[in-house]
């Protein structure tokens, strides 16, 4: 009997080596999955991020592919605007140009509309190769400097960031 007290005997030290690998064990197991934890966090913000920067991209390149298109689409209209120019200047009684005046200015709100506005071009102002065209040219006259827009042919149109739609066509002296 007195070997089953001995066996029965508590030993804290075969209690400690036991707790201790248990120990060891766990927190290798825990840093495991804190580590996998923290690799699919680092993962979903990162997909979170590409996802959010092709949904910026793709929004840009909506709003570019309408605007490209809504400025191809007035640039085909110009020249009706245009032709209702020349029958303004051609109009000989009031109501006729009062009524051509109307469509004039209902174009004009059209393309406001869509974010398109005219080009102000003065004769007589510097060449702006920027905004301008110049498609005739003549010597100078008396007094008259080179370089300056003598005529304005036809008008010219941009967006309001600035794009270009159509130059403006001008006489310029040389």
């Known amino acids: 009997m007195a070997k089953k007290k001995d066996e029965l005997k508590h030993n804290p030290e075969e209690e400690n080596e036991g707790a201790e690998e248990l120990q060891a064990k766990e927190p290798s197991e825990l840093e495991k999955t804190t580590a996998l934890a923290e690799d699919y966090k680092r993962k979903w913000y990162s997909v979170s991020a590409e996802y ?11 709003s570019k592919a309408y605007a490209d298109g809504a400025a191809e689409a007035v640039l085909k209209l110009l020249p009706v605007a245009d032709n209702f120019g020349y029958a303004l200047d051609g109009a000989s009684d009031e109501k006729t140009k009062a009524g051509i005046d109307k469509v004039i200015k209902s174009f004009a709100n059209i393309l406001s509309s869509l974010g398109i506005e005219e080009i102000t ?7 702006d190769e920027s905004v301008m065209e110049a498609v005739l040219n003549f010597p100078c006259g008396d007094g008259e400097e080179p370089n300056k827009v003598k005529q304005i042919l036809k008008k010219g149109y941009k967006t309001k960031d600035g794009k270009v739609i159509r130059y403006c066509q001008v006489a310029v002296t040389i």
């Open 52 to 62: 959010d920067n092709y949904r910026k991209r793709n929004q840009a390149a909506v």
């Open 121 to 127: 071009v003065e004769a007589g102002a510097d060449f």
